[in-house]
């Protein structure tokens, strides 16, 4: 969501954290701000809008903004609408300690109001500046800075991600987490801190990974954490991986697009070292020691959200038609708070690109807490549902800045593909059928490249429908998640309508919509549905409507009932959704493009959902 940079040393931090918060803008980005300590006093610049409306408002600051101690922050509101007075950093009431914040104070109305029958005034509508003047209070009754956060965050409830800084020490910054991600940077004399790894990465790859409940206090020169009740915690420095030209476009118009045309790489990177075609097998290294647990599970539940539930009802689809194993599938945010009744013999899959996902890691905890055993399948290494998982699987896809999610979705399909085959094999399924299954994993990624080869189709279409106020998605079996993440692909960044529907219930309701206006966007392989979904086909015909088929390269008959066909080479069923999503994607990138709109961040939407 939020995005935090902080810098201690002996470099003028303000381009520093300026070309951090760039990199962070992916993840929510109402509006941003800067604060910087220098000659015994805080210096706020903050801004709604983009930070590039930050840059240039310090740009007429005459070269006079300059600290070697500051933070920034790039803001998603929750509490108080966007504008300059409630983007952060907040200051305390005596302006001697300033604060920025991801999360969310669940408890501020409480606080403000015993704060303000104390004289206390605000100027934002924030639960942050609340917290701030919180700490303010706390200082005065301890004289130091981490004690004052301790104290202050001992009496709030709710989530955080928080970094304070203070005229009263201008030699630290305190930072400190609970529900949202919070790295440190350790550099050579000088340290960071940041809420992901890409705002820091071009000046160290060496970090250390905040857990929940525990405060860090950070000088030039090193750091020390400690939990809320002041007990010291260890830490070990983590090297991150990813290069820096995984989180630039190189040479693409968008972020999205070239994860989009970075699928069969990713794809590839999901399954090496991993698919043994020969074998007709797989090795999943963080599973093995689980592996009992899972071939003997009495079903596997999967919960994530958004995209990633999307690739967790294919999961479904091909744990219980090849592994043969009971599978359930529920939105993380639903799960948490029905009481489920999990345990021992249960396994969860948690599927999370980001890894940090509110509701799914809340989920993991509950699950958790029950006794069932708890499995990730995320793409961000380090994060925090990877860290508290069982045991899982990461999905290599590197770096996903485009907000609308395309490269982890397909690798999150290949993982479990992976997972499949496995436990199909542990469970009986002969080394020739295993190999056949294999094989056709393999050939995924060349087949991918071949749709994205030539993309003409996909742009034809998208100028024949940019002014669509309407769409209808519909598929069977593995792929009405397809629909489903087509449907939502559109909106997410062409802000038009959109909805997914398994083919045949359009019967039961959405075909009153249909009209000679309205696309019907069929997800129609040449599988053992094929002729079902043929006749939901001729049913759309038969009103009017406009059907857009994605078929298969050698189905000669749809020409005949579609109006557009978009090509997509032949797999094994339960593969499909792999290829069959990427016409999907691009086709909502082009309609998004001809409309005109902000491609990699749309409208209201964040990266990382960190806030329930
Ligand atoms: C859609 C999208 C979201 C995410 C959802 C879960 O393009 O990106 O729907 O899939 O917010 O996020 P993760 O996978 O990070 O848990």
Redesign the pocket.
Known sequence: MCGIVGYIGPRNCVPIILEGLKRLEYRGYDSAGIAIVNNGRITIEKRAGKVIDLVNKIGSNNGKFAATLGMGHTRWATHGEPNDVNAHPHFDLDKEISIIHNGIIENYQAIKTKLLREGHTFVSATDTEVLAHLIGEMYKKTGSLSAAVRYALAEIEGTYGLVVLSTHEPDKIVAARKGSPLILGIGDGENFVASDASAIIEHTRQVVYLEDGEVAEITTSGFRTMTIDDVATQKVIQEVTFELSQIERGGYDHFMLKEIHEQPETIRNAMRGRLMVEEGDVKLGGLSHVMDKLVNARRIIIT??????HAGLVGEYMLEQIAKIPTEVEYASEFRYRNPIVGEGDVLFL???????AD?LAALREAKGKGATVLGIVNVVGSSIARESDGGVYVHAGPEIG???TK?FTSQLTVLALITLMLARAKGMSKADGQVLARELDTLPSKVARILEDTTSVRALAREFKNTKNFLYLGRGSNFPVALEGA??LK?ISYIHAEGYPAAEMKHGPIALIDENMPVVVVVPRDGIYDKVVSNIQEVRARRGRIVAVANEDDNDIDSMAEFVIRVPRTYGFFGPILNIIPLQLLSYYIAVERGTNVDQPRNLA???TVE
């Open positions: 994530a959200c958004g995209t990633s539930w599927i999370s690109q980001s890894g940090e996902t799914t907000v609308a999610s982890a939502l692909k997410e990266k990382s959902v």
